[in-house]
Nanobody, 122 residues
Framework: QVQLVESGGGLVQAGGSLRLSCAASGRTFSSYAMAWFRQAPGKDREFVAAISWWSGNLTDYADSVKGRFTISRDNAKNTVYLQMDSLEPEDTAIYYC??????????????WGQGTRVTVSS
């Protein structure tokens, strides 16, 4: 079992930055691939970014955030991060952290956090 708790959401102006964190429980964090998803009001949940197990040498991003968002992990802290720069109003959503033994954008992730809200004002 893995429990995930997101933090770092808030209100920011367009062009600004936020860093989301996702703290995971358990001693096997490094063996899980991690990902971020988001769900905007009235829309389906969508993939944002993923990072592979262990060293996290593999990453994947949605086209809409490529070049603006960066996913990273710190296995010593059992935490995955999402650095979000050059934020746009279209990035407004609830952001969810997810974990699974498989890596990728199309994986049906097993474990999910409760979400953290990000609002970008124009």
């Amino acid at each position: 079992q893995v429990q995930l708790v997101e933090s770092g959401g808030g209100l920011v102006q367009a062009g600004g930055s936020l860093r989301l964190s996702c703290a995971a429980s358990g001693r096997t964090f490094s063996s899980y691939a991690m990902a971020w998803f988001r769900q905007a009001p009235g829309k389906d949940r969508e993939f944002v970014a993923a990072i592979s197990w262990w060293s996290g040498n593999l990453t994947d991003y949605a086209d809409s955030v490529k070049g603006r968002f960066t996913i990273s992990r710190d296995n010593a802290k059992n935490t995955v991060y999402l650095q979000m720069d050059s934020l746009e109003p279209e990035d407004t959503a609830i952001y969810y952290c997810a974990a699974d033994q498989f890596y990728g954008s199309s994986v049906e992730y097993t474990y999910w956090g409760q979400g953290t809200r990000v609002t970008v004002s124009s």
